[in-house]
């Protein structure tokens, strides 16, 4: 079946104007994950989603990130005034439950501020 | 807070050598260990798990057992072949019921004909 996908695959922007990336989960997975993997870096968790149940937040780095999912769904992050700091290969994974399960990661969107 | 380190890379190896990647834990409670594999050009993908001490987790042909006296999760392969070259990552569960991982930095493995 279709794994987990992830657009834009590429997206290059100016220091200051606002993103948003796209994440597709596997059709029937509740849990949904959000990472960040800077260069020569290891991933860094952003936010986790469960169902209907109100999001873990506790890895976002500042306020100028959010993110959001409808039910069991897509998700999406956005990034308000980019800064250079943000350049990274933003990741999505998703589970059939949350816990200790096998996480399904897309392709990442590979992000550029200049 | 929860931590994980693994032995800085590259490691570069001849095909049929011995391959040890080093992964050591800083955690509270009981947390699940994970050895996750990134082969160019593709995505991230789990290669093997242990939830609990003194598992062991196996898959094609690799190797780690959970050892929480050293809170350790070494990545051991008797005969590495060229198609082993990829960047792996030790990562751990939280002892929560999220599921949401932290990495170590990643091992970048090439392996020599």
């Known amino acids: 079946g279709a794994g987990v996908s992830q657009s834009p695959s590429n997206k290059v922007t100016e220091k200051g104007k606002d993103v948003e990336l796209r994440c597709d989960p596997i059709?029937?997975?509740?849990?949904l994950y959000w990472y960040r993997q800077r260069l020569g870096q290891g991933l860094e968790f952003l936010i986790y989603?469960?169902?209907?149940?109100?999001?873990?937040k506790s890895g976002l780095p500042s306020d100028r990130f959010s993110a959001e999912r409808t039910g069991e769904s897509v998700s999406t992050l956005t990034i308000q005034r980019t800064q250079q700091e943000d350049s990274a290969v933003y990741l999505c994974?998703?589970?059939?439950?949350?816990?200790?399960?096998?996480?399904?990661f897309g392709p990442g969107t590979r992000l550029t501020v200049t | 807070g929860n931590s994980v380190t693994q032995m800085e890379g590259p490691v570069t190896l001849s095909e049929e050598a011995f391959l040890t990647i080093n992964c050591t834990y800083t955690a509270t409670g009981y947390p699940s260990l994970f050895w996750y594999v990134q082969y160019p050009g593709e995505g991230l993908q789990l290669l093997l798990k242990a939830t609990k001490a003194d598992d062991k987790g196996s898959n094609k042909g690799f190797e780690a057992t959970y050892r929480k006296e050293t809170t350790s999760f070494h990545l051991e392969k008797g005969s590495v072949q060229v198609s082993d070259s990829a960047v792996y990552f030790c990562a751990l569960s939280e002892a929560s019921n999220t599921g949401k991982l932290i990495f170590g930095q990643g091992t970048t493995l090439q392996v020599k004909p």
């Open positions: 994974a998703s589970s059939q439950r949350p816990g200790p399960y096998e996480q399904y």
């Open positions: 059709s029937g997975h509740t849990a």
């Open positions: 989603f469960q169902g209907n149940s109100a999001p873990d």
